[in-house]
T-cell receptor
C-alpha cells in the first residue's frame, strides 16, 4: 500500500518555466490537497479538491492551477514559475471515514526557482 | 484573523518529559491536531482532540481546553528518534485546517 506518492521529489526551474507536480493516492480518498511549506511558516493551502472533477482555491492559489481528472490523481501546475514559488510542496489526501478525518501526506516535492 | 502559536524550538534530554504548547484563535472550532514531521519527511498524524481533556496514546498525550484556546502535546520517556518538528493545527468552522509553524524538538543524550 503506497499511500500518497508525489513526483518529482526535486526540481530546479528557471524563472518563467512551467512544470506540473503529480500526486497519486491509492486509498480511495475523496478529498485531496496541495500545501506549500516555507521556513518559519505553517503549511499553507494552495488548492484542494473534494472529488473527481472538482477543485477549489485555498489560502495562496495565485500562480498555481490544479486538475483532478481522476479520483486518484491531483495535479499542481505552475504556468510561469517565480522565485517566490521556491518551496516544499506537499500533497495530502483525507480519510473521511475516520472521525478525525486524518490527512495522509506525500513525501514532498522540493522546488527551487532560480 | 486566525492564528496558531507554538514555540519555535525546544530542547530536552533523552528519557525526560517535554510539553509542547499550542494556542489557537480560529473562526469556529472543530478539533485540534498534532502531527510529527522529521526533517525532510512528510508530516504524520499523532493525535486529535475535539473535546476538553487528555487523550493518551502510548508515550504521547494531547490535551485540549476549548475555553482557553489551548492545547499541549506531552512526550514521555523521550527517545532520540523523537527529534522532529511537531505541528499543531486547528480545524475552523469551514473545516479547514489552520497550521502553526511547528516546534522543532531537539533531544540531547
Amino acid at each position: 500500500n503506497a499511500g500518497v506518492t508525489q513526483t518529482p521529489k526535486f526540481r530546479v526551474l528557471k524563472t518563467g518555466q512551467s512544470m506540473t507536480l503529480l500526486c497519486a493516492q491509492d486509498m480511495n480518498h475523496e478529498y485531496m490537497y496541495w500545501y506549500r511549506q516555507d521556513p518559519g511558516m505553517g503549511l499553507r493551502l494552495i488548492h484542494y479538491s473534494v472529488g473527481e472533477g472538482t477543485t477549489a482555491k485555498g489560502e495562496v492559489p495565485d500562480g498555481y492551477n490544479v486538475s483532478r481528472l481522476k479520483k486518484q490523481n491531483f495535479l499542481l501546475g505552475l504556468e510561469s514559475a517565480a522565485p517566490s514559488q521556491t518551496s516544499v510542496y506537499f500533497c495530502a489526501s483525507q480519510d473521511l471515514l475516520s472521525g478525525a478525518n486524518v490527512l495522509t501526506f506525500g513525501a514532498g516535492s522540493r522546488l527551487t526557482v532560480l | 484573523g486566525q492564528n496558531i502559536d507554538q514555540p519555535t524550538e525546544m530542547t530536552a534530554t533523552e528519557g525526560a518529559i517535554v510539553q509542547i504548547n499550542c494556542t489557537y484563535q480560529t473562526s469556529g472550532f472543530n478539533g485540534l491536531f498534532w502531527y510529527q514531521q522529521h526533517a525532510g519527511e512528510a508530516p504524520t498524524f499523532l493525535s486529535y482532540n475535539v473535546l476538553d481533556g487528555l487523550e493518551e496514546k502510548g508515550r504521547f498525550s494531547s490535551f485540549l481546553s476549548r475555553s482557553k484556546g489551548y492545547s499541549y502535546l506531552l512526550l514521555k520517556e523521550l527517545q532520540m528518534k523523537d527529534s522532529a518538528s511537531y505541528l499543531c493545527a486547528a480545524k475552523d468552522s469551514n473545516y479547514q485546517l489552520i497550521w502553526g509553524a511547528g516546534t522543532k524538538l531537539i533531544i540531547k543524550p
